[in-house]
Nanobody, 125 residues
């Protein structure tokens, strides 16, 4: 399984970015794909996850109402639309996946099996 993340960049507070995660090597739709982030000096945090099979989603409280995760199963791609960005959203963002034996939220809270390289998101004026 390989994951390719893209879409990071520099944006002003209140701005928007869309991250993409293209997955390859998946053997079925029974995967959960998610976005995690890690800022310097902070622990890694599960931001949002989605089940490819049934679309069940999870969001960490700090991004609810601002971020939207979606999937395109035909392309094995997951998107994270990030609106109303704040300086505290600044971090390296990683996409990850695991075979979905457990709930979507479980994977976002505990981590996954396969990880892509990160993409930097910087929110600053």
């Amino acid at each position: 399984v390989q994951l390719q993340a893209s879409g990071g960049g520099l944006v002003q507070p209140g701005g928007s970015l869309r991250l993409s995660c293209a997955a390859s090597g998946l053997i079925s739709n029974y995967y959960v794909i998610g976005w995690f982030r890690q800022a310097p000096g902070k622990e890694r945090e599960g931001v949002s996850c989605i089940s490819l099979s049934d679309g069940v989603t999870y969001y960490v409280d700090s991004v609810k109402g601002r971020f939207t995760i979606s999937r395109d199963n035909a392309k094995n791609t997951v998107y994270l639309q990030m609106n109303s960005l704040r300086p505290e959203d600044t971090a390296e963002y990683y996409c990850a996946t695991a075979l979905g034996r457990y709930s979507t939220s479980w994977y976002c809270l505990t981590g996954m099996d396969y990880w892509g390289e990160g993409t930097q998101v910087t929110v600053s004026s």
